[in-house]
C-alpha cells in the first residue's frame, strides 16, 4: 500500500470530483473502499441467522435428501421506500417487503445469502430472499450485495429481472447514511481576499447533511498508519453532495450533532467513486474542545 502525497499551490480551490492533498494508490483502492462498505454493514447493522437448505444428489442427479444448515451474517433491513425506483418498478414495493443489504460472503468465503435463504432475526421474525437487486462491484470486487426479501407471513408478487446502474449504488449507499447515520449542522468558512490574497471577510453558511461517525477500531489499518487514531478523533462517511451538488463537505468544516456536540473535519481519506460518478466520502473528524485537540 502506498500513500500518495500532493502539494497544491496557494489558492488552490477544491471542489466536488476535484483531487485532494492525498489519496491511496489504485492497489489498494478495492480493498479500501470494501473496508469502508464492510464496516458499515458491520458496525451499524443486526446479526441474522441464515438459513439454506442443502442437498444431496445420487449419480443421476436425483435429490436424496434436503439438510438445512445455518450461519450468522451481519446485515441491514430497511423499509422500501419512495427513492427506491428500480424497485417499484420491478413490482415488489408490496406490503410485507423489504430490501436487505449483505456481504458477499462470511466465515471466510465459506458462506454466502443467495435468493430462497431464510433469514431470521433475535427476535423470531422471518424473512425469505426471493430476488437479488444487485451485486455491488467496485473494478472486480464485490463490495455488497442488495436483496429483496419477504416477510414470510405475507404474499409477494411476480418478479422481473433489470439492469443494475452505477446510480443504483449510490442510491443504496445514500439510503444507507439516510436510514442508520444522523443529522449534522455542517458550518462552512468562505473567505473573501483583495488581490494581493488578503482576507477580508469571513462569511460562515451552514446546511444539513445526515452521515455517519463511528468510532476508529484497530482494523483502520491505514488511519492508524497515517498517524489520526489518537483521543477525540472518529471517522466519518456522508454523502458526495447534498442540495443536489449545491453543498459538499471538505477539510476545516464544522459538523455540530443532535447533541451540540461539535466536530472538525481534520482530513478526507477518501472519494470513493465508481466509474465517473462519486459516490460518498469517508473522513477523519476531531472532536472540537477536547484537550489536545
Known amino acids: 500500500m502506498g500513500l500518495v502525497i500532493t502539494k497544491f499551490g496557494a489558492g488552490t480551490k477544491f471542489g466536488v470530483g476535484t483531487k485532494f492533498g492525498y489519496k491511496y494508490d489504485d492497489d489498494t483502492f478495492d480493498t479500501d473502499a470494501q473496508t469502508d462498505f464492510e464496516t458499515i454493514l458491520t458496525e451499524t447493522g443486526t446479526e441474522y441467522t441464515i438459513t439454506q437448505n442443502v442437498e444431496t444428489v445420487d ?3 436425483n435429490i ?5 444448515s ?3 451474517a451481519q446485515g441491514i433491513i430497511q423499509d422500501i421506500s419512495k427513492k427506491d425506483r428500480q424497485i417499484h418498478e420491478m413490482g415488489l414495493a408490496v406490503p410485507g417487503n423489504s430490501k436487505a443489504f449483505f456481504k458477499p ?3 471466510d468465503g465459506a458462506d454466502a445469502v443467495v435468493v ?4 431470521t432475526d433475535a427476535a423470531g421474525s422471518k424473512w425469505k430472499i426471493i430476488e437479488t437487486i444487485g451485486e455491488r462491484t467496485i473494478s472486480d470486487s464485490e463490495v455488497f450485495r442488495l436483496f429483496i426479501i419477504q416477510n414470510m407471513y405475507l404474499e409477494g408478487s411476480t418478479l422481473t429481472n433489470i439492469d443494475t446502474t452505477t446510480s443504483d449504488q449510490k442510491t443504496d449507499i445514500d439510503n444507507i447514511l439516510l436510514e442508520v447515520g444522523d443529522m449534522y449542522i455542517v458550518t462552512q468558512s468562505t473567505e473573501t481576499k483583495d488581490g494581493f ?3 477580508l471577510t469571513i462569511t460562515e453558511s451552514t446546511f444539513r447533511a445526515y452521515g455517519l461517525l463511528q468510532d476508529i477500531s484497530k482494523k483502520d489499518r491505514q488511519i492508524h498508519e497515517m498517524g489520526l487514531a489518537v483521543p477525540g478523533n472518529v471517522k466519518g462517511y456522508f454523502n458526495a453532495n447534498y442540495n443536489n451538488g449545491a453543498n459538499y463537505l471538505k477539510e476545516g468544516d464544522k459538523l455540530t450533532d443532535k447533541n451540540s456536540v461539535d466536530w472538525r473535519i481534520i482530513k478526507i481519506i477518501g472519494e470513493r467513486t465508481y466509474g ?3 459516490i460518498f466520502k469517508s473522513f477523519i473528524l476531531q472532536k472540537i474542545n477536547l484537550e489536545g485537540s
Open 59 to 61: 449419480g443421476r442427479g
Open 64 to 68: 436424496t435428501s434436503i439438510t438445512p
Open 70 to 72: 445455518t450461519f450468522q
Open 105 to 107: 460472503t462470511y466465515n
Open 116 to 119: 430462497g435463504d431464510i433469514i
Open 197 to 199: 490574497g488578503n482576507i
Open 276 to 278: 465517473d460518478l462519486e
